[in-house]
Structures are given as C-alpha cells and as structure tokens.
C-alpha cells in the first residue's frame, strides 16, 4: 500500500521537527540551586537566619554552616557543587573500617582549581574544619576535603602518631584541668610504652593520597598534587608526614599547633625520634626538602591555651609549650640541614594574637596558601 503526502503536508511536517528538535536542543539549562548557609544555634539576633554566601555571622562571628549537605555514600563516582559527604576505606589492611570525607565543591571549581586536604585536631570534627575554609574555597575556587577518622577505630597511636607506633600503653595517666577547653597530661617517660611500626602499610599517611586521587578523578582535575593542613592533632600528622612519607603528592603541607614532636633523630624511638620505623638517614635531605611550614600561635604559649597538652622529660626537652615545641623542632630542622648542606624546604611562621583556635589558624593558613 503507498503512502503519499502533499506537498505541503510534507513541509509542515519537517518544519515542525525542526523546531521541537530546536526546543530540545537550546532549552536553556536550569539554573542551579542557590547555595544557602545559616549561623548555628547560638541564640544570637541572627540565630538560624539564612544567608547566600559562607562566612562568619555579622552578629556572634560564628562560621556560617551549609543548609544543604550531600550524602553520596560510599566512594563516589561523581561530585556535585556544594557540601556534602562521603566515605573511604581505610588504606590496605584496613578495608572494613571507614573514614568520612566532608568536602566543599564550589561552584568555580574548574579543573586546574587547586584541592585542600584537611586534617582536624583530637575532636575529628571533619564538617567543623571543612566549615572554617568554605569561604576561601568560594572566593578561591578550592576544593577542600576534610579527613573524619572514627576514633574508636583510629586511637592515639593511629592518628596523632600516624600509625608509626603500635601496642600504645599510658600507665598512671594524669590529666589536670588547667583551663576553660584546656588540661594537660603529665606522664614520666617509662608510663609511655609503645613499639615502631615499620610496616609502612598501617601509617595513615598514603589514606592523604588517595583521597586526592579519588577526587581528581571523579572531578576530571588536571592537577598532579595537592595541599594539606592540620591543626593540633593535625599538625601532629602532618609534620609526620613530612617525615615519613616525604614522596606523598602534598606539594604544600601546613602543620599548625602541633602538641608535641617526632624530631628527624635516628638513634632515638618514637615518640620523640625516628629508630625503628624504618626510615633511613639516606632520607633526609628528602625529608628536609619538603615544602613543610610550621605554623604556630604566638599565645599557644602556655598550659591554659587549650586543648590538651602532654608533658614528660624527654617531651618538655622540646619545650614547655607548643609555641616553644614547635620553633624548636624547625631549628633541629634548619640545622640538619645546614650540617647535611641540603636543601631546606621547611618554613617557620607564628601568627599573632592567635592561641590554640583552629578557626584563627585556618585563616592564618588560608592566607599563606592562597592569598
């Protein structure tokens, strides 16, 4: 049977499947969400009150937190503009435990955008520390993504210390209240007892890494490396990585406040050297060369500045407080490397009036790296 149509019929019906083709090909997208973000519960004048951009409340300084936050469960394969979270495994060994990624995409982001690792201090508050960067990440284009390690599946050994030490025993702990958010720990050196882990495999350091690659790959980033900061416990970390891990991807590591030190001694165990972990002195002009900046509060200087404070001998060789502990693991540093006559990377800088506040010294840090 034939099937035949005018002339005109044919005209109009090509007509009309160009045009719906036109619709569906130039329909303007729709627009994306507007981010919102809101001051916490605190009962200020402004206390829930919404606004469009991230920062601090103009009425308490509060850091403004996202409304709207992402769950994407388990190792994305995509990640969307705005806040949310998701989780990784632990590195090899660790598969069954979790680690939770809060991160801020911004709306900027492209793929030569820089990416920002954070590592929190004792309180693993992952969501607080990536709220703190969320308005230089805005304004910068950055990428942050901040590390939440469970702390009954990651204790002292494993987080502060990196992993580098097992079998952890504090005997007779003494904790003393000295402060509003403040104490400190007097232990005598035989109440620490603790062994190197030589196994490179239970440090924590290479979880830095591939949460860098998991976000490169998923966003399509161009870029090779990325930066980090910690803050107290974090900095504890970072400086170790430093030491450990110095052919890590992290191009910029900034350790703040940290509360004690593991210094580059190779004759000396943890928690105070290196013997025993593996480590070799051949290492250390790459240790040295790290790009590694120590940054400390100029009122981190006493037992009541907060958080908690660990005191022994061999620890408070190092300095009484963290302000001292801190200039003194950068001298040992520079001077190494002046009798090695090696290349120095590292970088010492104190920021004034700041204490042991992560937010301070996040602003501090935001302001080396990308200011």
């Given at each position: 049977?034939?099937?035949?149509?005018?002339r005109?019929?044919v005209?109009?019906?090509?007509?009309?499947?160009?045009?719906?083709?036109?619709?569906?090909?130039?329909?303007?997208?729709?627009?994306?969400?507007?981010?919102?973000f809101?001051?916490?519960?605190?009962?200020c004048?402004?206390?829930e009150q919404?606004?469009?951009?991230?920062?601090?409340?103009p009425?308490?300084?509060?850091?403004?937190?996202?409304?709207?936050?992402q769950?994407?469960?388990?190792?994305?394969?995509?990640?969307?503009?705005?806040?949310?979270?998701?989780?990784?495994?632990?590195g090899?060994?660790?598969?069954?435990?979790?680690i939770?990624?809060?991160?801020?995409?911004?709306?900027?982001?492209?793929?030569?955008?820089?990416?920002?690792?954070?590592?929190p201090?004792?309180?693993?508050?992952?969501?607080?520390?990536?709220?703190?960067?969320?308005?230089?990440?805005a304004?910068?284009?950055?990428?942050?993504?901040?590390?939440?390690?469970?702390?009954?599946?990651?204790?002292?050994?494993?987080?502060?210390m990196?992993?580098?030490?097992?079998?952890?025993?504090l005997?007779?702990?003494?904790?003393?209240?000295?402060?509003?958010?403040?104490?400190?720990?007097?232990?005598k050196?035989?109440?620490?007892?603790?062994?190197?882990e030589?196994?490179?495999?239970?440090?924590?350091?290479s979880?830095?890494?591939?949460?860098?690659?998991?976000?490169?790959?998923i966003?399509?980033?161009?870029?090779?490396?990325?930066?980090?900061?910690?803050?107290?416990?974090?900095?504890?970390?970072?400086?170790?990585?430093?030491?450990?891990?110095?052919?890590?991807?992290a191009?910029?590591?900034?350790?703040?406040?940290?509360?004690?030190?593991?210094?580059?001694a190779?004759?000396?165990?943890p928690?105070?050297?290196?013997?025993?972990?593996?480590?070799?002195?051949?290492?250390?002009?790459?240790?040295?060369?790290?790009?590694?900046?120590?940054l400390?509060g100029?009122?981190?200087?006493?037992?009541t500045?907060?958080?908690?404070?660990?005191?022994?001998?061999?620890?408070?060789?190092?300095?009484?407080?963290?302000?001292?502990?801190?200039?003194?693991?950068?001298?040992?540093?520079?001077?190494?490397?002046?009798?090695?006559?090696?290349?120095?990377?590292?970088?010492?800088?104190?920021?004034?009036?700041?204490?042991?506040d992560?937010?301070?010294?996040?602003?501090?840090a935001?302001?080396?790296?990308?200011e």
């Open positions: 049977m034939k099937f035949s149509m005018s005109r019929t005209v109009t019906t090509a007509l009309s499947v160009c045009t719906c083709s036109s619709l569906i090909r130039f329909q303007p997208a729709r627009a994306a969400e507007q981010e919102t809101f001051c916490p519960p605190c009962d004048a402004l206390d919404t606004f469009q951009a991230p920062g601090r409340c009425d308490c300084g509060m850091i403004l937190k996202p409304v709207k936050e769950n994407l469960g388990f190792e994305p394969h995509h990640l969307p503009a705005g806040a949310g979270h998701f989780q990784i495994s632990g090899i060994g660790r598969e069954n435990r979790r939770t990624v809060h991160y801020y995409k911004p709306t900027g982001f492209t793929p030569e955008s820089r990416i920002l690792v954070v590592i201090g004792a309180g693993r508050n992952s969501d607080d520390y990536r709220n703190a960067w969320l308005e230089v990440a304004r910068k284009s950055v990428l942050v993504a901040a590390l939440g390690y469970p702390e009954e599946a990651y204790d002292f050994a494993a987080y502060q990196g992993g580098v030490v097992k079998d952890l025993k005997n007779n702990p003494n904790f003393v209240s000295t402060g509003p958010n403040a104490r400190i720990l007097r232990l050196d035989e109440d620490i007892q603790m062994n190197p030589p196994d490179s495999n239970n440090w924590i350091f979880d830095f890494d591939r949460t860098f690659d998991l976000l490169a790959r966003t399509g980033s161009k870029r090779t490396g990325y930066d980090i900061f910690g803050h107290s416990a974090g900095g504890q970390i970072l400086h170790r990585l430093a030491l450990f891990h110095p052919g890590s991807k191009n910029r590591i900034v350790a703040a406040n940290a509360g004690f030190y593991t210094l580059p190779f004759s000396t165990p928690p105070s050297g290196m013997a025993g972990t593996g480590i070799l002195k051949e290492q250390l002009s790459e240790i040295l060369s790290n790009q590694l900046t120590i400390l100029e009122e981190d200087n006493s037992d500045a907060g958080g908690t404070l660990l005191h022994t001998p061999m620890i408070d060789k190092q300095g009484k407080n963290r302000l001292a502990r801190g200039r003194n693991f950068f001298r040992t540093g520079l001077s190494l490397a002046e009798k090695q006559t090696t290349r120095f990377g590292w970088k010492l800088q104190t920021v004034p009036l700041a204490g042991h992560f937010v301070r010294m996040t602003e501090a935001a302001q080396l790296l990308y």
